[in-house]
């Protein structure tokens, strides 16, 4: 459905993935994203994105055989399923933007429902263990995941308030036709000339929506 109708353009060719390899490696730290930390490299992220999936195919596969099981985990392995899609679909999308891109909030919104999938699919299996301290464990662990991911939380909530600001400083300068704040946020000249043609064109200046 997303693909229906897709229209190759030569403006936006560059947020294309540029290989399956970058597209496999954006895709995990998408998925790793909502356990990420400020002083996480993305190759960290990367191994907990492929940890988180593979956590899920294992969980997926046993409770799907399960008759008992089925029923019950059927909603949290359509939401992880939802969250992988997205991931593939990202990547191809928007790989050849950068690795940032992957960490927008925007993003881990939808990758997060994957680190809910694993834990709505295992916590309940492992709290039916025998032995209170197998499932202490298995509580303390996912307390620890819901607590990296609200840390997380935060810190997207931080560089979102940041972009805000230098959004807004952006705006004041395209304001004033600052040509030098264009050039630095469009260095493509092809790109630049053409949103300046398209500026010249409205009369009331750049910011007015017409």
């Known amino acids: 459905v997303y693909f229906t109708g897709w229209a190759a353009d030569p403006s936006t060719a560059a947020f294309r ?3 399956a390899a970058d597209a496999i490696h954006y895709a995990f730290v998408f998925l790793g994203a909502p356990l990420r930390s400020a002083e996480m490299s993305v190759d960290v992220l990367a191994a907990i994105g492929v940890l988180l999936t593979a956590a899920f195919a294992f969980a997926a596969f046993f409770a799907l055989r399960s008759r008992s099981d ?40 939808v990758s997060a429902f994957l680190l809910v999938a694993v834990i709505g699919v295992l916590l309940p299996r492992a709290l039916t263990l025998r032995g209170p301290a197998t499932r202490a464990g298995a509580a303390i662990v996912a307390a620890a995941l819901l607590v990296l991911f609200a840390r997380s939380m935060a810190l997207g909530t931080t560089l979102w308030r940041d972009y805000d600001w230098h959004r807004n400083a952006e705006l004041q300068a395209f304001a004033r036709n600052d040509r030098a704040m264009f050039r630095e946020s469009y260095p493509d000249a092809a790109q630049l000339q053409r949103y300046l043609d398209t500026l010249r064109s409205i009369d009331d200046g750049p910011l007015v929506e017409q």
Not at 74 to 87: K, N
Not at 91 to 96: D, E, L, M, Q, S
């Open 70 to 109: 089925r029923e019950r985990t059927s909603p949290w392995i359509a939401l992880g399923v939802y969250a992988l899609i997205g991931a593939a679909l990202t990547a191809v999308t928007r790989a050849g933007m950068g690795i940032p891109q992957a960490l927008s909030p925007r993003y881990v919104a």
């Open 17 to 19: 993935a540029r290989s």
